[in-house]
């Protein structure tokens, strides 16, 4: 039986569209109105209004995509409780490398949006787009983080029950710039760089991506990128293949081995993605979301390779999941078209969901991560729980994103941008 006392944190083992679906229109034969029926109604309050509409069409199935690797993240999380430490026993074994296709996915997607508008777009607009998408969701991110803090207090987390209250608001609003903390004001005990919510490292190496394409990368010709690109991959494959682990697993410290993790799980992908969009044409053909998007969970879901031994093997596979599969992942995604309106929303929602539940999920794993660390559950019976954490996180990103998030855009874009719509 999984003893949960024993529990070390994943990986730190090494250190200490469209918008509102159709709404029902009664026949102009009769004046009588009619209620919408269940299913409809459904439809439309799952699927919320943009907040922008200037910017450019959305690729749908690409905005899925990002949804499908959010969820995949949220399993991975939620029972990498049970791995003890040790990720050759993770569920969803690859899962972190969605984040990686996170990085791939958004190179490509700024590079579609903003790569041909540059004669009509300041760097200080785009500065504000990109603030005011992503920056709410992180603020909350950390408000839920702070309130739920000292309910986390465990063996797994050892630092909270020395933390005060002046502490931790002191995280919080550092927390709220995005900037990161070093290792000596870590709270948890987990080294990273946004105790109150781990998984906003990634909106930090975001954030610097972006700076390096508005700055650099968007004015290089396509041989000059395509040189840091296969310089990039070389980084990769030296990190993935000759290193003690045989992953990409780290990032989310200030430690500089860890830093030095996160830069290069950052420049191929994003790179990569603005090349494959300069590059390769895309032409909508036929429906392609259910091929993408089972080649994406395949790819996550691949066991450990290789076992302890030849530690090189499961590396030299996250170096073919990143150079050839992802790439062909985002290709489908992009030439696909929906067919059916039950997918169009399917894919709409995805895509909405996608961004507010990787930003607001891992405050809601740590609880429940002490918790079971607290009372010792064992993995038999926890099912009925994880299910019911999950669900309650996939609510709590939804109504971020309703009520929160999408309101909020609309007051900044209107009140900086000027164009009274969101991007």
């Given at each position: 039986m999984t003893k949960a006392n024993s529990i070390v944190p994943f990986g730190r083992q090494r250190e200490n569209n469209n918008l509102l679906a159709n709404s029902y229109r009664p026949s102009h034969k009769t004046t009588k109105s009619r209620r919408p029926c269940t299913f409809n109604y459904f439809l439309r309050m799952?699927?919320?209004?943009?907040?922008?509409?200037?910017?450019?069409?959305?690729?749908?199935?690409?905005?899925?995509?990002?949804?499908?690797?959010?969820?995949?993240?949220?399993?991975?999380?939620?029972?990498?409780?049970?791995?003890?430490g040790d990720f050759h026993k993770m569920l969803v074994n690859h899962g972190y490398l969605a984040v990686d296709f996170f990085f791939m996915l958004s190179g490509y997607v700024m590079a579609h949006a903003y790569d041909d508008r540059w004669d009509t777009m300041t760097v200080l607009a785009f500065a504000k787009r990109r603030l005011i998408r992503l920056q709410p969701l992180i603020v909350l991110g950390m408000t839920i983080g702070a309130l739920l803090f000292f309910f986390q207090a465990s063996s797994v987390f050892p630092k909270i029950a020395e933390t005060t209250l002046p502490q931790l608001l002191l995280i919080m609003v550092i927390g709220y710039t995005l900037l990161p903390v070093p290792p000596s004001m870590d709270i948890r005990g987990w080294t990273e760089m946004h105790p109150l919510n781990g998984a906003a490292w990634s909106l930090f190496f975001e954030y610097i991506a972006n700076v390096?394409?508005?700055?650099?990368?968007?004015?290089?010709?396509?041989?000059?990128?395509?040189?840091l690109v296969l310089l990039a991959?070389?980084?990769?494959?030296?990190?993935?293949?000759?290193?003690?682990?045989?992953?990409?697993?780290?990032?989310?410290s200030t430690d500089p081995e860890q830093l030095k993790i996160g830069f290069t799980r950052l420049l191929f992908p994003y790179m990569a993605g603005m090349l494959l969009r300069r590059v390769v044409g895309v032409t909508a053909t036929k429906n392609t979301f259910a091929l993408a998007g089972g080649l994406l969970i395949i790819a996550l879901s691949v066991p450990r390779i290789g076992g302890y031994d030849q530690v090189w093997m499961n590396g030299l596979y996250e170096v073919f999941v990143l150079v050839l599969l992802f790439p062909t992942i985002i290709y489908l995604g992009a030439i696909g078209k929906t067919s059916h309106p039950f997918t169009e929303k399917a894919c709409t929602f995805l895509g909405d969901l996608s961004y507010p539940l990787y930003i607001t999920h891992f405050p809601i794993i740590y609880t429940y991560t002490a918790w079971i660390?607290?009372?010792?559950?064992?993995?038999?019976?926890?099912?009925?729980?994880?299910?019911?954490?999950?669900?309650?996180?996939?609510?709590?990103?939804?109504?971020?994103?309703?009520?929160y998030d999408l309101p909020v855009r609309r007051w900044l874009t209107k009140r900086f941008l000027h164009t009274g719509k969101s991007a």
């Open positions: 799952i699927t919320p209004s943009a907040a922008y509409s200037d910017s450019k069409k959305h690729l749908l199935i690409l905005d899925a995509l990002r949804g499908i690797a959010a969820i995949m993240v949220l399993v991975m999380h939620t029972f990498e409780v049970y791995c003890e390096l394409h508005v700055l650099i990368l968007r004015k290089l010709p396509n041989w000059a990128l395509g040189v991959a070389g980084a990769l494959f030296n990190l993935a293949v000759y290193g003690k682990a045989g992953d990409l697993i780290g990032g989310w660390s607290n009372n010792k559950v064992p993995i038999e019976e926890v099912a009925p729980v994880s299910i019911a954490v999950m669900f309650t996180t996939i609510l709590v990103a939804y109504a971020s994103l309703k009520w």
